[in-house]
């Protein structure tokens, strides 16, 4: 027999993800529609944006926040297009976006002095071999593995380089240590919950330094540019867009600011991801057939928790046959509508990925995990029988 009971929401995808609890459309319904971004009152909401994330991410009171074009993926390659070449670089990559960014800094940049810190699928790079007085990029958290960074007790202090941080589905869902962040880049649409397209990137004093003392030996788009003779753009980081952001979007994103606050600050939005993670610990503790695709207990995500399928006969499968299994698996959820896209990120190994960040409600994926043990055997007795 099936579960009797199916999730509240079925929307456990990893980006965009699921809206805060009680979202409804009527929270856009102060939308200044059809004015401009630079008039006084759309200035102002994205003024407030700012400083509600500022606050929200307890950033020190000199760090600056800007919201930039192009979601995360602009943020972060803004970052590095517009700092990387004054120093050698090292680099780390364990899942798919982090082998982005390598290929950004070594085909499209063609940085000349590069360190490479890899690791397969499931796995973290020696963080003890990244040399700081080069400048780093890293993710915080790897997206489509579900591997983390354990803590920031491995960056130092006194480096000499930039600590450059893509931490997209990290930020709002597990504690930074700013302190030992130099430029950090997210998307509202991920931990948030928010509507897609839009980026964030947070300079510290050092990186602003860097900025107005260094330039780069590459043409910089327009939507890149921070500096203008020699000088930091500070408009950016008041509201004053390169772009043309969208209205719609920047309300919805200040009533996900607004529910944050309302429930108990970064605190609290932790601790939700953080309680969505032990469920799913427990139960794979006791699973027969699944596991962390992350080796390391400490480096499992709270927010794209990765899952394999460890179950013998199904192990032995091939690894096409595998990922058809795991798509069987994706489908039959959907057709019940208790979970839309959770399939294993396309190049990750055949399994499972499931949103836990703090717009989930954890008594959703208690739940979620009834339904996937029984159309597991469900599936498994389809496939082997």
Not at 315 to 329: C, W
Request: with cysteine; net charge negative; glycine share 6%.
């Amino acid at each position: 027999m099936s579960p009797e009971q199916k999730p509240s929401s079925a929307l456990f995808s990893s980006g965009p993800t699921k809206k805060f609890p009680g979202w409804k459309l009527t929270h856009l319904s102060n939308t200044p529609h059809g004015r401009s971004h630079r008039a006084s009152i759309p200035k102002k909401k994205l003024m407030d944006a700012i400083n509600k994330m500022s606050a929200l991410l307890e950033l020190p009171d000199d760090y600056r926040l800007g919201i930039v074009p192009a979601s995360d993926t602009g943020a972060i390659e803004m970052a590095m297009w517009s700092v990387l070449g004054q120093r050698p670089l090292d680099i780390l990559a364990w899942e798919s976006f982090g082998q982005t960014w390598v290929t950004d800094v070594s085909k499209q940049l063609k940085l000349p002095d590069v360190t490479i810190h890899s690791a397969d699928w499931g796995k973290i790079p020696d963080l003890s071999q990244v040399n700081f007085d080069h400048d780093v990029v890293f993710c915080w958290n790897g997206t489509t593995s579900g591997v983390r960074v354990p803590n920031a007790n491995w960056i130092p202090q006194d480096r000499k380089g930039l600590s450059i941080v893509d931490a997209t589905s990290a930020c709002f869902a597990m504690p930074l240590e700013w302190d030992k962040i130099d430029i950090a880049t997210f998307s509202w649409q991920k931990s948030l919950g928010g509507e897609a397209a839009h980026g964030v990137i947070v300079l510290s004093p050092k990186a602003v330094e860097r900025l107005e003392s260094y330039t780069p030996a590459w043409p910089m788009p327009k939507i890149f540019q921070l500096t203008k003779n020699g000088k930091l753009i500070e408009g950016i980081f008041k509201g004053e867009t390169i772009n043309t952001p969208s209205l719609l979007c920047l309300e919805d994103l200040l009533a996900a600011l607004d529910w944050a606050e309302k429930i108990g600050g970064l605190d609290a939005l932790v601790r939700r991801s953080d309680e969505n993670l032990k469920v799913i610990s427990d139960w794979v503790d006791a699973s027969a057939w699944a596991d962390f695709l992350a080796v390391r207990p400490d480096t499992r995500s709270n927010t794209s928790i990765c899952l394999t399928i460890t179950d013998p006969q199904i192990s032995q499968l091939s690894e096409a046959e595998q990922k058809d299994f795991a798509k069987a698996i994706t489908k039959r959820l959907e057709e019940e509508n208790v979970a839309l896209d959770i399939g294993a990120y396309r190049t990750a190994p055949a399994g499972l990925r499931i949103w836990g960040g703090p717009t989930v409600d954890t008594s959703d994926i208690v739940i979620l995990l009834d339904w996937l043990d029984f159309i597991f055997a469900e599936q498994k007795q389809i496939k082997i029988l």
